[in-house]
């Protein structure tokens, strides 16, 4: 059975950081963060590729944002920076065996966290 366990979640102020850990049972090819704000729709934050760790991000966040993996530790991060209140949401980690590089897009993700809650205040 595939898990996937966020965690990092906080409450945080303007400006400030926090990096997000996705604990897998499984690592796949396809490894990505999502989010969804209140009363908007799931979006694409970042997704990292393997072999070779290809990553592409929502563009409104590059510069922001990074992701990474650590497959030792079946671990995939993201790291968030100079946080804005219109980076509420609630983050998942998703995981797909195969998918189109760089995908953003939730139908091609099979396997999805249960979320973990990130709050930045003005």
């Known amino acids: 059975q595939v898990q996937l366990v966020e965690s990092g979640g906080a409450s945080v102020q303007a400006g400030g950081s926090l990096k997000l850990s996705c604990a897998a049972s499984?690592?796949?090819?396809?490894m990505a963060w999502f989010r969804q704000g209140p009363g908007k729709e799931r979006e694409g934050v970042a997704t990292i590729y393997s072999p070779g760790g290809m990553t592409n991000y929502l563009y409104s966040l590059k510069g922001r944002f990074f992701i990474s993996q650590d497959n030792d530790k079946n671990t995939v991060y993201l790291h968030m920076n100079s946080l804005r209140p219109e980076d509420t949401a609630t983050y998942y980690c998703?995981?797909?065996?195969?998918?189109?590089?760089?995908?953003?897009?939730?139908?091609?993700?099979?396997?999805w966290g249960q979320g973990t809650q990130v709050t930045v205040s003005s």
């Open positions: 499984i690592m796949f090819r396809c």
């Open positions: 998703a995981a797909a065996p195969q998918c189109m590089i760089g995908t953003l897009q939730p139908s091609e993700y099979n396997y």
